[in-house]
């Protein structure tokens, strides 16, 4: 049942290529330049006259939603606010039928996520469901939605899930911004493109497994560890550090970079691995004065990069290469390794990985 491998996380993991195929098959047609997903064909106008889209979720989840926002603000210019869906459910929000709300769920059973969705209709929001498990409560709950098709995730941290609703969440997206005009007809044309190399390009970076590993069996005894990274990779830097926490039980924070300055960075010392997402595109220059920042206090560096980078080899302990993409989608590639990295760390120390104490695979309480 785990197909060969020693956990379903590895095997999920190693699914991700299939998964985000699986995904955008049939949605994206790349070479006659059209999204199609029913859910959104059905309900443009919803989404054309939104004011804004309000994304609820938990956990994982959420951090998929983040980089939601940046990529429906940056590509179809709609206000997006992105919100933990137990925060959202009791704080008497304001929602109008003018709201989009998206919700994301992999189970589709998260008690929060079920009770915000419940909340935003009672207000007549229009709301709109990104769920993995077909005919799930939050499936059945939503006006309508788009299924990650990422098939059963087992393992209760959550891999293939994230990547493949950030797949979904990028074909809305891009759809919103063909329908509004706020892209050119290149960019998007590029955009499609640049997608369909994603899943090779995954397939690729699971290759780089032993030189993860090595890395994992240096930094496995840290009690603590940073997750640093800017725009789209800032999500990326605090799923980083809940993978961690979750299987391996170590202590890890996710931070936008720029943020260490204004506190964090007093925990530098040659004991803190800090992992930090630097690709080539998108605040380059920053992250790496970021990184000399850390350099200059002592602090071990290991930094996703793209590849052919020099600049950030010669300043970080060690790098881990991506191949090159569209900024708005790397996040499907800094993911990977990522996730490895836990991944190893976790059965290194003799973790139940695939079943972390004190978690459930779906929180159906509140
Ligand atoms: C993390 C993890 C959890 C879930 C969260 C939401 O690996 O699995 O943080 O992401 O409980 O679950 P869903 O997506 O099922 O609503």
Redesign the pocket.
């Known amino acids: 049942e785990k197909g060969g491998y020693d956990h379903f996380m590895l095997k999920e993991i190693h699914e991700q290529p299939k998964a985000i195929i699986d995904t955008y098959r049939g949605r994206m047609l790349a070479d006659e330049g059209i999204i199609r997903m029913a859910g959104i064909d059905d309900n443009l106008p919803k989404f054309l006259n939104a004011d804004r889209i309000i994304i609820v979720?938990?956990?994982?989840?959420?951090h998929a939603g983040l980089v939601g926002e940046y990529l429906f603000e940056d590509m179809a210019r709609i206000p997006v606010e992105v919100e933990y869906a137990s925060e959202f459910r009791y704080r008497n929000p304001i929602i109008t039928e003018k709201d989009v709300v998206i919700a994301?769920?992999?189970?589709?059973?998260?008690a929060d996520?079920l009770a915000a969705i419940k909340l935003a209709k009672s207000k007549g929001a229009f709301v709109f469901g990104v769920c993995?498990v077909v005919g799930s409560s939050?499936a059945r709950e939503t006006h309508a939605g788009a299924y990650t098709h990422a098939g059963p995730e087992i393992g209760?941290?959550?891999?293939k899930?994230?990547t493949t609703q950030i797949t979904v969440l990028s074909l809305i997206a891009l759809k919103l911004a063909k329908e509004k005009g706020t892209l050119s007809k290149a960019a998007f044309q590029t955009y499609l493109q640049t997608m369909q190399l994603i899943p090779a390009q995954v397939e690729k970076l699971l290759e780089i497994d032993e030189h993860v590993k090595n890395i994992a069996s240096i930094y496995k005894d840290a009690k603590n560890c940073l997750y640093l990274g800017r725009g789209f990779n800032f999500p990326v830097a605090l799923e980083g550090a809940?993978?961690l926490k979750?299987i391996s039980y170590i202590h890890a924070e996710g931070y936008p970079a720029a943020e260490m300055k204004h506190g964090p960075i007093a925990l530098i010392d040659e004991n803190m691995p800090v992992f930090v997402i630097a690709t080539n595109k998108g605040h380059y220059e920053k992250v790496v004065s970021n990184i000399q920042e850390i350099k200059s206090r002592s602090g071990k560096i290991v930094a996703v990069v793209t590849e052919g980078d020099t600049t950030v080899k010669e300043i970080a302990d060690h790098v881990i290469e991506i191949p090159d993409t569209e900024e708005a989608f790397t996040p499907l590639l800094t993911t990977i390794p990522l996730q490895l990295l836990s991944y190893h760390i976790a059965v290194m120390l003799g973790k139940n990985v695939d079943q972390p104490r004190n978690?459930a695979?779906?929180?159906t309480v509140e």
């Open positions: 979720a938990c956990g994982t989840s959420w994301i769920s992999q189970s589709g059973e998260t996520t993995n939050i209760v941290a959550s891999t899930a994230f809940l993978k979750e978690l695979k779906s929180v």
